[in-house]
């Protein structure tokens, strides 16, 4: 397989995307039930986050919220170039699954990075994109991980972070209690660790299961 000497920096990409989603997760969904009282039941977490946090939400409350939104759209950029990496590491031993997976990831970075892009620089526009863009990205992350866990081109417990991220995006939307910084948070951790396995690459790995169909 011919080197692909970009695939570090789309390590890089990731490792960016990712910790930038797990950071701003707080301070965000924090935020949110800041700027709009009563409208959702506080998650457990709140209380012990909200005293902690102040110092990033000193501004007014509706107004801070929509900056950490516009800020945070950019992790959805930062996680195709990964994206297409893994892709391009699959070369011509990418099985159906794999094709037909990251279609779907790369359909549904695009469309929830759109959503979030309306959802906060439209004054809610793009909500409902948002929505079923992390449902199609959370589908898409679990077929790519079944996918993975056949061509072991990624370390098998990477696989498993993917293949998980689709129920875990509905365990994380439940304890974090805010879209788009609870679904997206698995997504954030599988591509952080996406990341340091691409950067920590010095030649670009072969799949072991190229005969494979699905």
Request: proline share 7%; hydrophobic share 50%; glycine share 12%.
């Amino acid at each position: 397989m011919q080197s692909l000497k970009w695939v570090p920096w789309a390590g890089v990409a990731a490792i960016l995307g990712g910790l930038m989603a797990i950071l701003l997760t707080p301070p965000f969904a924090t935020a949110y039930f800041l700027a709009f009282p009563g409208e959702d039941p506080l998650p457990f977490w709140f209380e012990w986050a909200e005293p902690r946090l102040e110092p990033l939400l000193t501004f007014a409350a509706q107004d801070v919220y929509e900056t950490y939104g516009r800020i945070y759209n950019i992790v959805y950029v930062l996680f195709l170039p990964a994206a297409y990496a893994l892709h391009q590491l699959h070369g011509e031993f990418g099985a159906p699954l794999e094709s037909r997976g990251f279609k779907v990831v790369i359909t549904g970075l695009l469309l929830t990075f759109v959503g979030v892009a309306g959802d906060y620089w439209a004054d809610g526009a793009g909500f409902g994109f948002e929505v079923l863009g992390l449902l199609i990205l959370g589908v898409g992350m679990s077929m790519y991980g079944l996918a993975l866990r056949r061509s072991k081109v990624l370390a098998m417990w990477c696989a498993w972070l993917f293949v998980l991220c689709g129920p875990g995006l509905v365990v994380f939307m439940l304890l974090i209690g805010h879209i788009p910084s609870g679904p997206t948070f698995p997504f954030a951790v599988t591509w952080l660790a996406t990341g340091g396995l691409l950067l920590s690459q010095k030649r670009p790995m072969t799949p072991t299961g190229s005969g494979e169909r699905a």
